[in-house]
């Protein structure tokens, strides 16, 4: 394993523990269970934008699964939070992408940011979709948000 791997293995492995985001979000605009039965992880999350639908202010999860569903979650708070929704849902579409890459090419870091630790998920089918869960959770939430008055 190189030097790098292992670091990522070890974000993952915080991130899993020291759940950022965790918890209840009073006032929120919507949220979206999403369940991965291949390995049972599943999440509850749930957003809050702000009052003219421009900004995610805030987002806050519910959830039970592997250290890479849990973790996954936690670093996409850290990123998501305070973004313009439509940045929202292109990190959501770049993390989608690097998940489909098996493993392949260069993430884009400046988007993914510690997200791109998950690069070496991709090279494992049955994991791709643990690491996926909270970012489809993010995008039905997001919707719902949007449409809802
Ligand atoms: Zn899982």
Same mark, same amino acid.
């Given at each position: 394993?190189?030097?790098? *791997?292992?670091?990522?293995?070890?974000?993952?492995?915080?991130?899993?523990?020291?759940?950022?985001?965790?918890?209840?979000?009073?006032?929120?605009?919507?949220?979206?269970?999403?369940?991965? %039965?291949?390995?049972?992880?599943?999440?509850?999350?749930?957003?809050?934008? &702000?009052?003219?639908?421009?900004?995610?202010?805030?987002?806050? #999860?519910?959830?039970?699964?592997?250290?890479?569903?849990?973790?996954?979650?936690?670093?996409?708070? &850290?990123?998501?939070?305070?973004?313009?929704?439509?940045?929202?849902?292109?990190?959501? *579409? *770049?993390?989608?992408?690097?998940?489909?890459?098996?493993?392949?090419?260069? %993430?884009?870091?400046?988007?993914?940011?510690?997200?791109?630790?998950?690069?070496?998920?991709?090279?494992?089918?049955?994991?791709?979709?643990?690491?996926?869960? %909270? #970012?489809?959770?993010? *995008?039905?939430?997001?919707?719902?948000?949007?449409?809802?008055?």
């Amino acid at each position: 394993m190189s030097g790098l *791997e292992s670091l990522y293995q070890q974000l993952i492995l915080d991130h899993s523990k020291q759940r950022h985001g965790e918890g209840d979000l009073p006032d929120a605009d919507a949220s979206h269970h999403e369940l991965n %039965p291949t390995c049972g992880d599943e999440v509850t999350l749930a957003v809050r934008l &702000d009052g003219s639908h421009e900004h995610v202010d805030a987002i806050a #999860w519910h959830g039970d699964g592997c250290s890479i569903s849990m973790a996954s979650t936690s670093v996409l708070v &850290d990123l998501v939070t305070g973004l313009e929704v439509d940045d929202a849902l292109a990190r959501a *579409e *770049e993390f989608r992408a690097m998940m489909r890459s098996k493993g392949v090419g260069e %993430p884009d870091e400046d988007l993914l940011g510690d997200a791109v630790a998950f690069q070496g998920v991709s090279k494992y089918v049955m994991r791709v979709k643990c690491a996926m869960l %909270p #970012w489809v959770a993010l *995008e039905a939430s997001v919707r719902k948000a949007l449409t809802a008055e």
